[in-house]
């Protein structure tokens, strides 16, 4: 129901901020994630941060799939 | 995602389905994930028992048709610019759409944030600014913040007309329909992040309904679905998170107390489900001075859905998309009969665009 | 001569005759356009000829990586590129907004000029009309195209895609349109992307004259590779599946597709082709055609198979989608 696209802090200017989106940049409000600082990553909604995210999506999932197997196994 | 890993948790899923009494369904509320279930071709994969259905979670197609003409009423006023999210410009009316108003040379243009449409009031002050707010608790929050500096900066020519709605009212109504035997909800990723978990909470008490909020990938969702399968067999139902790398079970309380201020909960017509107590949400009181349903005055007693349409059906998953009569033959996404075609998202379309039975 | 244009210079009088003379008579100048009769006499061979015509409008017309000038020779050098043709005379009308710069219609005229020579084609006529403030956006233009088969055997036609044929598209899809997207008022968001304009005419004679089966030609400009592969697939009676992870695309443009919910395969190109050939041919093709710097980036993309003119595409991830005609322009989107 809603687009949301991991993008990149890269300068702050108050309530905004320019934000990488894999090399299209964009200004973006990051009043809903105040404490967010230049080089962390947010996931956005029509130009909005709605929460911070970690760097490596990827990552976290090969993380729970790791989990969930390991438990399987074990169960 | 490496195959290897959606073949281990298709065993999974067959495993726990084994030990299921019943056939079950599970409803997928956002189109996002009916999109993702439909690119995945995940319904095809699934053991016989287990039936995804989709759910009312797209905002272009639970918008009925009598608030679609109200903004189209409004581009015809004199000095009006209509800002839009894309998504609503192709929507049918009773007798036209935003993109057929456009072409006539109305002035309406689309925008990709609220902010931009604060931006076209302040460049043009002489005209009156106003921005079709569709979507659900993830996009009212930018709205509610864009109002809040429209506020600030005293600008007096930009509105809002405001179809919001929130997504539990009309999942308690789906756990009340006694045509559906809903055993879990695969509930949405990014209205969540901002509502938080907690929102799910009712939906496992009350009604005694598994809820596991899940991510897009075709892995979130193989693994929210045995998640699901497991909470049905064990009998316990809870709210667990499979997206926690963006849902928190307490959300954005930021977003929340905004979204407190800026609006309040109006009883709201669904398309097809027909009206829901508190599930709409109107500008308050605080901000009614940007509220286009008080600046405008309209008449749309002629509205009226399209015939034989059966979005409503299918947006409740009553029906799948290939039982409406229309589906494939009147309907298609060059030439929609409905919203749920229309919609990138809309199940008919992802149906048709997946070739899916 | 006043630095704008307006009403005076499309009206045949002397303002007019100047506006033709200084600038674009200076600028297109070659023995056919020399007199400035009221037709071009040409020379024209035995072979078959190739005529065509687009008309160009674009906002804005000067973009990241071109302008209207060059667009407007590109698009009708490639569709006669698309045809097996050699492009050899263009006409071009233009439609002038009163209050263009005249600076900004001679920048036109200069790129016009040197695409024309890259492409290697004469502006043999032209015409100029002018427009009242409002009534137009700037600048519109239109060419007229004339070529000439390059090999009068081959046969290619939308219709003679045929199962087992390969399907190659000449690089980067998409590039044009989100290029512009990124110039145009509206959207503000910034971006390393230019749009990807360009002559094709020289890359594809190369391939004819290598003997190279072509059975289908087309550049993806509006409707994107979707539509062009649609059209294709039903004028053909063929199907054509195509594979998602073989699609060259410009990570901005991804991105940029994401963000806004776009359909890559629809974008609009400006300096691609594709191209539907016998598979015996196809690596030989690629060959030649990643030898050229503006095909660097070809690949082969799928294939036709049996059917009734159905376009599919496999994703990364294995599923398989209809891809359908696209309607219109996309808008962004956020569901
Ligand atoms: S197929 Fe078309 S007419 Fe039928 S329910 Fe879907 S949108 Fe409505």
Same mark, same amino acid.
Request: proline fraction near 4%; charged fraction near 25%; hydrophobic fraction near 40%.
């Given at each position: ?21 894999? !090399? ?50 074990? !169960? | ?170 999942? &308690? ?12 909800? &695969? ?33 979130? &969702? ?136 | ?80 590129? #698309? ?198 041919? #196809? ?45 219109r322009e996309q808008l962004p989107r956020i569901c």
């Amino acid at each position: 129901m809603c687009l949301g696209i991991p993008a990149k802090i890269e300068k702050i200017e108050g309530d905004f901020a320019i934000a990488d989106f894999n !090399g299209i940049k964009r200004q973006i409000s990051i009043q809903l994630t105040p404490d967010i600082k230049v080089n962390e990553y947010c996931l956005v909604h029509a130009g909005f941060a709605i929460e911070k995210i970690t760097k490596d999506y990827a990552e976290e999932i090969k993380r729970y799939l790791k989990e969930i197997f390991k438990e399987t196994e074990n !169960g | 995602m490496d195959n290897k890993s959606i073949k281990k948790l298709y065993n999974l899923i067959n495993i726990e389905s084994k030990k299921l009494k019943n056939k079950i369904n599970l409803m997928e509320v956002c189109g996002t994930h009916t999109m993702a279930i439909s690119r995945f071709g995940i319904r095809s994969q699934l053991p016989p028992k287990v039936n995804l259905i989709s759910g009312p979670g797209c905002p272009v197609c639970v918008t009925p048709v009598s608030e679609i003409d109200k903004i189209l009423e409004i581009s015809e006023k004199e000095n009006v610019i209509i800002t839009t999210f894309g998504d609503m410009m192709r929507v049918p009316g009773t007798f036209s759409s935003l993109e057929e108003k456009k072409a006539k040379g109305k002035d309406i243009r689309v925008v990709y944030s609220p902010i931009d449409a604060l931006e076209i009031a302040k460049k043009n002050p002489d005209k009156k600014v106003v921005f079709l707010g569709v979507g659900f608790e993830t996009t009212a929050p930018s709205v509610a913040l864009t109002l809040k500096q429209a506020k600030k900066q005293k600008i007096k020519n930009f509105f809002i007309l405001s179809f919001f709605k929130i997504i539990i009212p009309p999942m &308690i109504a789906l756990c009340m329909d006694k045509k559906l035997k809903l055993n879990g909800f &695969i509930c949405p990723g990014h209205v969540s992040a901002i509502t938080g978990a907690k929102i799910y909470k009712i939906l496992t008490r009350k009604y005694k309904i598994p809820c596991v909020v899940i991510g897009f990938e075709e892995t979130d &969702i193989l693994t929210g679905i045995y998640m699901l399968l497991k909470q049905i067999n064990n009998n316990k139902p809870e709210v667990e998170i499979q997206y926690k790398r963006v849902v928190t079970y307490q959300g954005n309380l930021i977003a929340q107390k905004i979204l407190k201020e800026v609006f309040k909960k109006i009883d709201s017509i669904w398309r097809g489900i027909g009206e829901i107590k508190k599930s709409g949400l109107a500008l308050s009181k605080k901000y009614s001075q940007f509220d286009a349903e008080k600046i405008f005055s309209f008449d749309i007693s002629y509205s009226k859905e399209k015939k034989g349409c059966r979005c409503g059906d299918v947006l409740k998953g009553i029906i799948k998309p290939v039982q409406c009569p229309l589906y494939k033959k009147k309907c298609t996404p060059e030439k929609p009969v409905g919203a749920c075609m229309v919609s990138s998202e809309g199940t008919c379309a992802a149906y048709y665009k997946y070739g899916e039975k | 001569m006043e630095d704008i244009i307006t009403v005076a210079h499309g009206s045949g009088g002397k303002i007019a005759r100047k506006l033709i003379e200084n600038y674009i008579k200076k600028y297109f100048l070659c023995p056919e356009l020399k007199t400035l009769e009221d037709g071009a006499i040409i020379k024209i061979n035995s072979k078959k000829a190739v005529l065509t015509t687009d008309s160009f409008v674009i906002t804005p017309y000067f973009f990241s990586g071109g302008d209207i000038g060059k667009l407007s020779i590109c698009g009708t050098v490639n569709d006669l590129t #698309a045809m097996g043709a050699e492009p050899l005379y263009l006409t071009c009308g233009f439609i002038l907004e009163e209050g263009l710069k005249i600076a900004n219609f001679i920048k036109i005229l200069k790129s016009m000029k040197k695409t024309a020579k890259q492409a290697g084609v004469k502006i043999v006529a032209g015409d100029t009309k002018v427009v009242p403030k409002s009534k137009g956006d700037g600048i519109y233009i239109n060419t007229t195209g004339y070529g000439e088969l390059i090999d009068e055997n081959l046969k290619i036609s939308v219709l003679n895609a045929k199962p087992g044929n390969v399907v190659i598209i000449t690089g980067n899809i998409g590039d044009h349109e989100i290029a512009i997207l990124k110039d145009r008022e509206g959207l503000k968001f910034s971006a390393d992307i230019k749009s990807d304009c360009a002559p094709l005419n020289n890359m594809i004679k190369k391939l004819i004259k290598n003997k190279i089966r072509i059975n289908v030609m087309r550049d993806p400009t509006r409707g994107g590779v979707a539509g062009v592969l649609n059209e294709i697939a039903k004028s053909s009676n063929v199907d054509i599946e195509i594979y998602e992870e073989k699609l060259p695309i410009n990570k901005v443009v991804i991105a940029a597709s994401s963000m806004m919910g776009f359909e890559p395969l629809f974008l609009a190109n400006e300096g691609k082709m594709i191209i539907i050939l016998e598979d015996k041919d #196809a690596e030989k093709a690629l060959k030649i055609l990643r030898k050229s710097n503006l095909g660097k980036n070809s690949a082969i993309i799928g294939y036709c198979k049996k059917g009734n003119g159905i376009v599919k595409i496999k994703t990364k991830t294995g599923g398989m989608r209809i891809l359908l005609q696209p309607e219109r322009e996309q808008l962004p989107r956020i569901c």
